[in-house]
């Protein structure tokens, strides 16, 4: 059984989907361990107490120094000693000593398709207002292994969504989140559940790739 720590900062719609896959079996041999957020206010973490999945939660405000918040975050991690931590919707910058002490062990949802609209600054509605600023026809969401940088990590899945000429940042969002996210993040979580993924030279081999229906 893959055991998950869930990092969130906001809404929860990718915990929440995973919490739905676990429970519907799309999701195999995985349990959600802990989840943890920086942001005291985030539903999320309501997500994982009416999961019944222990919802921590640590305020960099609470913190001297952003070293003393970066030792405790470290420290909460392997408290729930998971096999698999995934970012979903994490607005943390993840400390290097966080992806030291979990090698190929953190994967990310980002919002649009690596390395497009990514890196520093690109996160949450940031992203789909610069995708419709310019003027693209297609965007979609990335689940990636997390390394030292920032969405530079090996990419495991894609899925691409259509823009519409009457798209919204918001509009884009939302879809992006059902007709993307909300799939490849679970899909990740089984197939790395189920061992068939594996970093190769700096590159993500899934075994029966061509099985995977996206
Ligand atoms: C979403 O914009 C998602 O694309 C990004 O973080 C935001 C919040 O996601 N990963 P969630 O609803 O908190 O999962």
Redesign the pocket.
């Known amino acids: 059984m893959l055991r998950l720590a869930v990092c969130?900062s906001?809404?929860?719609?990718?915990?929440q989907a995973l919490i739905d896959g676990i429970n519907n079996k799309t999701i195999k041999n995985a349990e959600i361990v802990m989840v943890f957020s920086n942001n005291p206010g985030a539903y999320?973490l309501e997500r994982a107490r009416n999961a019944g999945i222990e919802a921590v939660c640590r305020s960099p405000k609470d913190y001297p120094t952003r070293d003393d918040f970066n030792r405790e975050f470290l420290s909460v991690l392997k408290s729930a000693e998971p096999d698999l931590i995934v970012l979903?919707?994490c607005l943390l910058n993840i400390p290097p000593a966080v992806v030291e002490a979990f090698p190929g062990r953190i994967i990310n949802?980002?919002?649009s398709l690596i390395p497009s609209f990514c890196g520093k600054g690109f996160y949450?509605l940031h992203v789909h207002e610069k995708v419709l600023e310019r003027g693209v026809r297609v965007t979609g969401a990335t689940v990636h292994f997390v390394d030292e940088g920032t969405d530079t990590g090996p990419i495991i899945l894609q899925k691409a969504v259509m823009i519409r000429q009457d798209d919204t940042p918001e509009s884009l969002?939302r879809r992006?989140?059902e007709e993307a996210?909300w799939k490849i993040l679970p899909m990740a979580v089984d197939l790395i559940a189920a061992g068939r993924v594996s970093i190769n030279d700096g590159h993500v081999v899934i075994d029966r790739y061509e099985d995977i229906d996206l």
């Open positions: 969130v906001g809404g929860g719609t990718n915990l999320a979903a919707g949802i980002h919002p949450g969002q992006v989140m996210e």
